[in-house]
């Protein structure tokens, strides 16, 4: 009689192999859900990075140049009748109460300097310029009556620019006591002599969505200027 042969059988059952599946399924939508976090946080802080590059690059430029506002080395009361006349930048006949600032509002500043020592405004290059907000999106410079070139914001840039969205002032202006003196400044340019320091805010949106808000992320960057020429010069 043939005797019985016992095999040996250690295979996978159906239901394992289906527990196997959906384990591995599990591990992959954990790993894909990680990745996809990671991605996000790369791109939202990517987008923030460029747009606190940019605007702190601005926010520089302007505080230096800002900063030098009634610069005047021969303390020369004469220097400030020397202005150029410029329309577009809101300059007609120098007024030399104002000294280097002969334009201020919330949103515009004309800041003017005898950077060469000359006694005459003009006479070399950056010694009277206008940084303006559009109210839309975007900062503009004009140096010597060149016309505004965007230095910030805008469409096809890194980031816009949404002071007036965001209820911020471009530009604020404090007296000696540090008193707001914003209103007083845009109501009467006789106050513009009174100004000793200036607060720069940048409310910026950047270009590309946050990738968890679905919508720009917004940012406010600003810097303070002592204005110590202004007080200073004749």
């Known amino acids: ?22 384990v591995g399924m599990l591990i992959m939508l954990a ?34 140049e800002i900063r ?17 006349v410029c329309a577009q930048m809101g ?3 120098p007024v030399a109460a104002r000294k280097g600032i002969q334009l201020a509002n919330r949103n515009t500043l004309v800041v003017v300097m005898d950077l060469n020592n000359s006694g005459v405004i003009g006479d070399a290059s950056n010694e009277y ?3 303006s907000y559009d109210g839309a999106s975007t900062i503009s410079r004009n140096v010597s009556c060149g016309g505004n070139q ?15 969205a965001a209820g911020l002032f471009l ?8 008193n707001d003196i914003t209103a007083a400044v845009e109501a009467s340019q006789a106050q513009i002599a009174n100004i000793r320091r200036v607060l720069i805010t940048i409310v910026a949106d950047t270009e590309q969505n946050d990738p968890n808000l679905q919508q720009p992320r917004r940012m406010i960057y600003s810097t303070n200027v002592i204005v110590r020429n202004h007080a200073l010069s004749p």
């Open 1 to 22: 009689m043939r005797a019985a042969v016992k095999r040996n059988e250690n295979g996978f059952t159906l239901l394992e192999l289906l527990i196997a599946i959906a």
């Open 129 to 131: 310029l206008m940084y």
């Open 171 to 178: 530009f604020r202006y404090f007296d000696r006591l540090d």
């Open 91 to 93: 300059i007609g006949a």
């Open 68 to 84: 030098m506002a009634s610069y005047n080395p021969r303390q020369a009361a004469a220097t400030w009748g020397t202005i150029p």
């Open 31 to 64: 790993v894909y859900g990680a990745m996809e976090m990671a991605q996000r946080s790369s791109v939202t802080v990517t987008n923030k990075v460029i747009t606190q590059q940019d605007a702190r690059a601005v926010l520089d430029l302007m505080a230096l």
């Open 150 to 164: 965007a230095i910030f914001g805008g469409t096809g840039t890194s980031s816009n620019v949404t002071n007036a």
